[in-house]
């Protein structure tokens, strides 16, 4: 869990990161329709919760700076008894006064009003752009006359890309319920079962172990499925022979696991599987192997697209000089993805890649990102060896960035032939 002590410390660095006469607004999520009058599972916005840790919708957090001075208030949905046996039960502002340490706590009604009894002229405005509100756009037309407007979630996202020892835990812990998802689907009976029966199976170990929802939809994608790549329709028969992809990952207390894995549906590779797995696998051992800070993220997908390149020229999937193959991203009709990306409270994480003069960010210590190398062989690829179409595989880890180097938080997660061969046949 992340500590109160800990969220006020975020706090602390985001109004130092404010200009000295200033107000903050940072909302809440909404609730969004699914259909008609249903919703769907509420998620909280993820920069509001990481300057808060508070859970519940019609909420809002305000930061008022002057010089060396601010203070935090929050603003809370009213406790009100009707209302709540209908929608669950509401902390209101005495607990919440209690709860979050906070200086002031009020109820969401009174947001307009705070707002200008707080607000000045001189101070500059902060909020987050993408978030546009019924409720703001009153706010909006009361703040016209303050001179300056801008967008508190670049500093949040700025601060969201080093991760403190517990968001670590927290990823470990999901990683560790992920772990569990991924082995069940590997040493269970896949033959004729379809694919949302096994998606079924994984996502119960991540209800069952405490992770209240995967952290992006799962892909489970069969054989020439596996070629695209946001398949969620998961709705074919697993056929004997083929090789399943398996993207999915559980969010536990609004962390984030990323894990793909790619296992035979009978539990045994063929040889022209067992030669694309081992290829990609090679070079996503590698390519963790170079991750320490200082290291940059474009050095990675460099290095990696010039292994694949190796690979796929060996394995014969693609003909010619490397240089020239490389220079004309021959190689990306196979493999046209990034080699990864950044992981928190979002599974992409919205932190920044480049500073605000546009230079690359180098890898620092504490950051967590995935490597997640794929080759994707379609079926009506005539160009490519026959025994390779059809074929699609990823590998994905979650990796820490340490002191001297990296951390694998994944490795628990077989991903060796051999390996998942002895889980599938438990
Ligand atoms: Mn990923």
Not at 29 to 39: G, L, M, V, W
Not at 190 to 207: G, H, M, P, R, S
Not at 334 to 343: A, D, L, R, T, V
Request: with cysteine; net charge positive.
């Amino acid at each position: 869990m992340i500590s109160q002590k800990e969220y006020a410390h975020r706090r602390l660095k985001l109004a130092q990161s404010m200009s000295s006469e200033s107000i903050c607004l940072i909302h809440s999520a909404n609730q969004k329709t699914r259909s008609n009058d249903t919703e769907y599972p509420y998620r909280q916005n993820s920069n509001f919760y990481y300057v808060t840790g508070f859970k519940e919708d019609e909420s809002c957090l305000m930061i008022v700076k002057k010089k060396n001075k601010f203070k935090t208030i929050l603003f809370v949905l009213k406790k009100d008894v009707k209302k709540e046996l209908w929608t669950g039960q509401r902390l209101g502002e005495v607990e919440a006064k209690k709860l979050f340490s906070v200086n002031e706590v009020y109820t969401i009604d009174t947001l307009e009003e705070k707002f200008k009894e707080f607000s000045t002229r001189k101070q500059v405005l902060y909020y987050d752009f993408k978030l546009t509100y019924l409720k703001f756009k009153a706010l909006k037309r009361i703040s016209k006359g303050m001179h300056t407007h801008k967008n508190i979630a670049l500093n949040i996202e700025n601060m969201r890309l080093v991760k403190s020892t517990a968001e670590i835990k927290l990823i470990q812990k999901a990683i560790k319920i992920t772990q569990k998802a991924h082995h069940k689907a590997m040493s269970c009976t896949k033959v004729d079962k379809n694919e949302y029966e096994l998606q079924a199976k994984i996502e119960n170990i991540f209800k069952a172990k405490g992770a209240y929802s995967d952290a992006y939809t799962s892909i489970v994608a069969c054989g020439n499925a596996a070629n695209t790549l946001h398949y969620i329709e998961n709705n074919k028969p697993l056929e004997d022979g083929e090789l399943i992809l398996i993207d999915a990952g559980c969010e536990y207390e609004y962390y984030a696991s990323d894990i793909t894995r790619t296992i035979p549906v009978n539990g045994k590779f063929t040889k022209p599987q067992k030669e694309l797995y081992q290829m990609i696998l090679d070079v996503q051992v590698k390519i963790i192997s170079m991750i320490a800070p200082g290291v940059m993220r474009s050095a990675l997908q460099k290095k990696a697209e010039e292994l694949l390149c190796d690979g796929l020229l060996l394995l014969g999937i693609l003909k010619g000089k490397k240089k020239k193959l490389l220079k004309k991203d021959a190689h990306k009709k196979y493999y046209p993805h990034g080699i990864g990306h950044w992981m928190g409270i979002d599974v992409h994480d919205e932190a920044p890649y480049k500073d605000t003069k546009g230079k690359e960010i180098p890898l620092m210590k504490g950051m967590v990102l995935t490597i997640e190398p794929g080759i994707y062989c379609n079926t009506n690829d005539n160009s490519i060896p026959k025994k390779y179409r059809g074929i699609g595989i990823r590998i994905e880890d979650d990796i820490l960035v340490t002191k001297n180097g990296h951390k694998n938080l994944s490795s628990s997660i077989v991903k060796d032939i051999e390996d998942i061969e002895k889980l599938s046949l438990l």
